[in-house]
């Protein structure tokens, strides 16, 4: 008895800020996507209706929010493959044994990720300059048309996304180096003196061990980037024609710019569906490779 | 140094509560003391003046203070203005009012009003017009209504805006007066020049088309704003009209997204007239090749009916408005009738090249000898606020939406009339819910 009140007793702390932080503002927020919160109850409280599901029901109808929905997927599977395989190479490339200035590497991999998007984006923003910027002068130097990135509907999301693993693989390097350097020393002996040459040890070993942290960093890039707002709001606003509206962005549309609330609290909880089962299917697919 | 200031301030406390302070004190921090008088003698200065908090949006924000020494040498009056781009500006004054963080008085694009007003954020301002040096009369009377909600004013008019026809004259040699003349005036460009197009009329905008509808005397909404009234005849023969224009190929399908460049493409003759507002009138001498200099114009909007003529144009722009919320709403007026001025008008024509409100401005040198501008001065006595309800701009977008259909045959135009009718009324069920909640009280 008295084991169990301590136990009760250290964990409080924790639980009243998950009570407070969490649970409580995520409960509030599904009581609001059952309401017709808008700007009318601004003006006054008796405005509020509880409409159960229409909120639900229109956004499901609503095509911009599916517009938003797939340029979230697009987003994510085509950006959180390729920044976990980036990170992959570039902790790899700091790992190595023959690579000098290890710290430095890994301090210039990583300062994106501490840098605040509202200033990288300005300097992104001068590289894909369709005229000036530094990508299309590159282009041009091998014979290839300079591409409007940000303003052709086409091209926004490829820089968004290109702009996003910059930013963010850092911090999986950092995970992928943890997790590299906790791999035995002997395996790779083992594996030399079987006769592994370098990519069957990566194959054989490195790989494999790995697989954990692939649940890991897959997991949390995918949380992350279903959850993209920061990099369309400052770069493109969600345009041209809507090509980076994410689910995020449409909700913070819905509601601090027209304050439609109640409608915004449902695309947050579809959002949460969204994520859960992402992780969900990720966590069951992963579990039976490793 | 700190520790020395400890002290001295502890003496400081000491010798005030006894009345007394000690020549040795004084002498040994007399820097100290200094410091003290210093910081005394800045913050009890300002508090004798007054403090506005202004919110500008975007480049007009930025310019505006250029205006405001003038203002603070004459009323002693002192105005911070914070810039907001325009993009941001709808959810920062909207979470403004929610936070209870509204500046006194803002900048606001004219649309916004009614909603602004729906939630209670405004401050009516009609009983401080009755003893003004603003008066209604000097207004064009479309623009002043969009600050009218329900008979009360609650914005003054700042700069306007509207859309007329830019054209070229080598092209289309005499403006079109008529719907008529105009359709002849696009069926002539068409023949003289097969492989390019008269107009170009985005799809992805619903201006042209509410514009068309403004003009044929089309309300839109119903009186109270609670229902869409777009399978009025006079809706349904704009809309008409302006499909027609794309089934005649005088008019080509596309969103301006996929206009690269018009300027380009209005040099090279693309296409010989296009609907725009006055900011283009800058854009047009700077962009435009030499050679295209004096080969365009601008004219008023066309009307259905030469008795019309011209025919409405839509009534934008920005406004001033004092929040409910604020305390110093008379200093807050004070610079509003400041920005009202004529003179005031003018110098901001010439740091923005946007259009005065007053129309004793449009009078003064520098606006009335610049020929671009007089079909804009013509026009802005003929234009109508768009209907003054919170969802205007969310109605809007099915206009072009729908119309886009019509035009690429997917509607035909009475389905489409129906179909905006069926979406507005959904989109207004909540306010009609509202209204007869109110009446109900």
Redesign the interface.
């Known amino acids: 008895m008295n084991e169990r009140r301590a136990a009760i007793l250290f964990l409080a702390p924790a639980l009243a800020v998950i009570l407070l932080f969490f649970l409580i503002p995520v409960g509030a927020s599904l009581l609001l996507s059952l309401t017709?919160f808008?700007?009318?109850a601004?003006?006054d409280i008796?405005?509020i209706?509880v409409i159960a599901f229409r909120n639900y029901s229109e956004l499901l109808r609503n095509a911009l929010f599916w517009k938003a929905l797939v340029n979230t997927l697009y987003f994510t599977v085509v950006g959180g493959p390729m920044t976990v395989v980036v990170a992959l190479a570039a902790a790899l490339l700091v790992n190595a044994k023959v690579a000098r200035w290890k710290p430095l590497f890994r301090t210039v991999y990583f300062a994106p990720v501490v840098t605040t998007i509202v200033a990288v984006a300005i300097v992104w923003k001068y590289l894909y300059h369709p005229r000036y910027g530094l990508l299309n002068r590159g282009l041009e130097l091998i014979g290839i048309a300079p591409i409007d990135w940000l303003?052709d509907?086409k091209w926004a999301m490829p820089a968004i996304i290109l702009l996003a693993v910059w930013k963010n693989f850092g911090y999986t390097m950092i995970i992928f180096v943890a997790a590299l350097q906790g791999i035995p020393e002997e395996l790779y002996e083992a594996a030399r003196i079987d006769g592994a040459n370098t990519l069957q040890q990566f194959r054989h070993v490195t790989l494999p061990m790995l697989g954990p942290t692939f649940v890991f960093v897959g997991i949390i890039t995918a949380i992350g980037y279903l959850q993209l707002f920061p990099e369309p709001y400052v770069m493109t606003?969600g345009g041209?024609?809507y090509s980076t509206l994410s689910v995020v962005m449409l909700m913070y549309e819905q509601g601090?710019?027209?304050?439609n609330m109640g409608y915004a609290a449902a695309v947050a909880f579809i959002l949460f569906l969204f994520i859960g089962a992402a992780t969900l299917l990720q966590l069951r697919v992963q579990r039976r490779n490793v | 140094m700190n520790e020395e200031f400890r002290i001295s301030n502890e003496e400081l406390r000491k010798g005030r509560r006894q009345g007394i302070l000690h020549s040795k004190f004084f002498i040994r921090n007399s820097k100290f003391i200094f410091l003290l008088a210093l910081a005394f003698s800045c913050t009890i200065r300002p508090a004798h003046q007054e403090h506005l908090k202004f919110w500008g949006l975007g480049h007009e924000g930025e310019v505006v203070a250029q205006l405001l020494p003038e203002f603070t040498r004459r009323t002693g009056i002192r105005v911070d203005v914070q810039q907001i781009p325009w993009?941001a500006a709808?959810?920062k004054l909207?979470?403004a009012?929610?936070g209870d963080a509204t500046p006194d008085l803002a900048q606001m694009g004219n649309t916004w009003i009614p909603?602004f007003n729906?939630?209670?954020a405004l401050d009516s301002l009609s009983l401080r017009l009755a003893n003004s040096s603003i008066r209604e009369g000097d207004y064009f009377p479309g623009i002043w209504a969009t600050n009218v909600v329900d008979s009360v004013v609650y914005g003054i008019p700042w700069y306007v805006d509207t859309r007329v026809l830019f054209y070229r004259t080598d092209l289309v040699p005499n403006p079109p007066r008529t719907w008529d003349e105009w359709l002849a005036a696009m069926k002539h460009v068409k023949e003289r020049r097969p492989n390019s197009y008269a107009i170009l009329l985005p799809t992805?905008q619903w201006e042209e088309v509410t514009i068309l509808a403004l003009a044929n005397h089309a309300s839109l909404l119903n009186a109270d704003g609670t229902e869409g009234a777009f399978r009025d005849p006079r809706f349904v023969a704009a809309f008409r009209f302006f499909v027609d224009i794309f089934r005649r190929g005088f008019a080509q399908a596309v969103?301006n997204?996929q206009v690269a460049n018009v300027y380009q493409g209005f040099a090279q003759g693309d296409f010989a007239m296009y609907i725009t507002g006055p900011w283009n009138v800058g854009e047009f001498r700077k962009r435009l090749p030499p050679e295209m200099n004096g080969k365009w114009a601008t004219a008023p909007m066309p009307a259905p009916r030469a008795s019309d003529w011209p025919g409405m144009s839509m009534a934008g722009g920005s406004s001033l408005v004092i929040f409910r919320a604020s305390k110093k709403k008379d200093a807050a007026w004070k610079l509003i009738e400041f920005l009202s001025e004529p003179a005031q008008q003018v110098r901001f024509y010439e740091l923005t090249q946007d259009l005065p409100a007053h129309r004793e401005a449009w009078k003064m040198r520098g606006v009335a000898n610049d020929p671009p501008l007089a079909a804009f001065r013509q026009q802005l006595e003929h234009v109508a606020p768009l209907p003054r309800v919170?969802e205007w701009e969310?109605i809007a977008t099915n206009i072009y939406q729908d119309g886009e259909a019509t035009v690429r045959g997917r509607m035909t135009v009475e389905q489409a009339a129906a179909d905006l009718d069926r979406k507005a009324d959904h989109i207004l069920a909540?306010?009609r819910?509202?209204l007869a909640?109110m009446r109900g009280q």
């Open positions: 017709d808008d700007i009318y601004l003006a008796h405005n209706r303003g509907p606003r041209p024609v601090f710019k027209w304050w | 993009t709808h959810e909207l979470t009012f929610v909603e729906a939630v209670g992805n969103a997204t919170p969310q909540k306010r819910w509202v909640r």
